[in-house]
């Protein structure tokens, strides 16, 4: 074969294209930033739900998770990087949420500053969950 080594099939350049990873702003909470070949993004907050955040803290290590909306003025945008995902639909029992079904890029135009996807992650069974509703809405 002419394959120079180390050259990228359009195998591997497929799957590289279609994975994205997710972290977060500080170790439990914040925006998630997502970053998609190389480039650092974030998740428009279209449809995001606690399914969503669940998936992905438990990812990250913890039993669930609450989601918010953050917003930003439009000054912030560009150094955000775009909008990679959105319109998530998780069940909550995915893996990752590259696992769940999503919107991407081209179907996210109307996204803004004040459409930005954040999680709250924690480990508690049941009775502080309202207390941390009241600590972000």
Not at 3 to 20: A, E, N, R
Not at 27 to 42: E, N, P, S
Request: glycine letters at 10%; a positive charge.
């Amino acid at each position: 074969s002419n394959k120079l080594p180390g050259s990228i099939t359009s195998k591997q350049k497929m799957f590289i294209s279609d994975t994205y990873t997710f972290e977060l702003e500080e170790k439990d909470q914040g925006q998630i930033l997502v970053t998609h070949m190389g480039i650092q993004g974030r998740i428009c907050s279209r449809d995001w739900d606690d399914k969503d955040a669940s998936v992905l803290c438990r990812g990250k290590g913890f039993q669930k998770g609450l989601a918010y909306q953050h917003s930003e003025g439009n000054v912030m945008r560009e150094r955000r990087g775009p909008y990679w995902l959105g319109g998530f639909n998780c069940t909550g029992k995915e893996a990752s949420l590259n696992d769940c079904p999503r919107l991407n890029r081209t179907n996210l135009d109307n996204c803004t500053a004040y459409d930005i996807a954040a999680v709250l992650c924690y480990n508690d069974s049941g009775k502080s969950r309202q207390k941390l509703k009241n600590c972000i809405s």
